[in-house]
C-alpha cells in the first residue's frame, strides 16, 4: 500500500466535469486520497465578478474554475483566504475577488486560460489537473418554441420554457480533455446545477464523442436539493434520465446519492424561504435506468446549508475505485 501511495503514476485516473461549488467540495475531498484527479470546468457563467471581466477583458469566465483550483489547493490557509479576498469597497474592484483578477492577469501574460490554469496549478501546489473546458470566451444559449434565451443566467431563469441549449458558436476544446478522458478509469458527472453546470458539457460533440470512446464508467453524484426554476421536483432518477438523453450511446453507469435524514427544520426552511426541497431517492427508478445505486448518508449541514459531506463522498468514490 505504501508504494501505491507513493507512486503517483500508478493511482487511479478520475475526471470529473461540472463548476461551481458541487464540484469544489468534491474535489476537495477526492485531493485526501490517493487518486489521479482531472478537474473539467465550464467556463460560460456570466454572473457577478466573472460575468464583469468578461465583458470588459473579453475573456473566459474565470469564476468558477478559481473556486475549483482553491478547493484542490495545498498551501497554507492565509494564502488561500487571500486569494479567495472580496473587494468590497466601491470603486473598480467592488465584488471582485483576488483569484478572478490574478486569474483575468495570468490569461494575459500566459497567452490562454489554460496555461493561466497550469501556472495556477503549480502556485497552489495542486495533485492533479484542473482544466477549461476551453479557452475561448463563450455563452450558452437556451433554444424556446417562443424565443432564445443568451447567457447562462437567462437560461437558468427560463429553462421550463427551454427545449435544448447550444453555445453561440462552435469552439475548440481544451486538447488534453480528450487524452485524459480516454486514460481514465472513472468519468464523474459532479453535483451542482444540472443545466448550467453539467449539461454545458454534454452538449459539445468532441466531449460526447470522448465519453462514447473512453472504457471508464460514468458516473453521477446526485445533487442534495432541487434548484428553483431548474429542477423544481426533480428526484435522483429524474437527474439521471435528462443525463442519459446527452450522452449518446453511454449512460450513466454509477449514481451515488444520499439516504441519510436532512434535518426537518433545515429542509423547512429550504422549501419556504429558497423554494428548494430535497431531492427524493427513488431506489427502484435508477436501477431500472441500469445504474448501480451507492447510497450513504453524505449529506452535512454547514451554517443552516445543505452540502455534501466531502470526506464521505470522496470516500463512496475511492473505496468504488479500489473494491
Known sequence: MADYMTDYNSMKKIVIFGGGTGISC?????????????????????????GVLKEE?????????????????????????????????????????????????????????????KYMCRLLKIKGTVLPLTTEKVELVGHGGEQDYFGESAVSENVKDIDYLTYDRPFKITAEIVEKVQEADLIILSPGSLYTSII???????????????????????????????????SVSDHVRVLNRLLGPRRVDLVIAND???????????????????????RDKIEALGSQLITDDITWIDHGS??????????????WLMG
Do not use: C, W
Not at 468534491?26 to 466573472?50: H, Q, Y
Not at 475549483?68 to 474592484?93: I, K
Not at 473512453?214 to 429542477?231: C, D, F, H, R, W
Not at 445543505?306 to 473505496?319: C, G, N, Q
Open 57 to 117: 477583458l473579453d475573456i473566459p469566465a474565470v469564476g468558477d474554475l478559481g473556486k475549483v483550483l482553491l478547493a484542490m489547493a495545498n498551501v497554507d490557509e492565509d494564502f488561500v483566504r487571500l486569494l479567495r479576498y472580496r473587494f468590497s469597497q466601491d470603486g473598480s474592484l467592488h465584488n471582485h475577488p483576488v483569484r478572478n483578477v490574478l486569474l483575468a492577469a495570468l490569461i494575459d501574460l500566459k497567452g490562454d486560460l489554460t496555461e493561466a490554469t
Open 260 to 282: 441519510g435524514a436532512v434535518d426537518m427544520s433545515v429542509s423547512d426552511v429550504y422549501r419556504t424561504k429558497e423554494n428548494k426541497s430535497v431531492v427524493a431517492l427513488d
Open 306 to 319: 445543505i452540502r455534501h459531506d466531502a470526506l464521505k463522498t470522496a470516500y463512496l468514490v475511492f473505496s
Open 26 to 50: 468534491i474535489v476537495s475531498g477526492l485531493k485526501l486520497f490517493p487518486v489521479d484527479v482531472t478537474a473539467v470546468i465550464a467556463v460560460s457563467d456570466d454572473g457577478s465578478s466573472t
Open 200 to 234: 454545458p458539457h454534454l452538449i459539445v460533440p468532441a466531449v460526447r464523442e470522448a465519453l462514447a470512446r473512453t472504457k471508464a464508467p460514468i458516473m453521477y453524484i446526485s445533487n442534495l436539493v432541487t434548484q428553483p426554476g431548474e429542477t423544481d421536483g426533480y
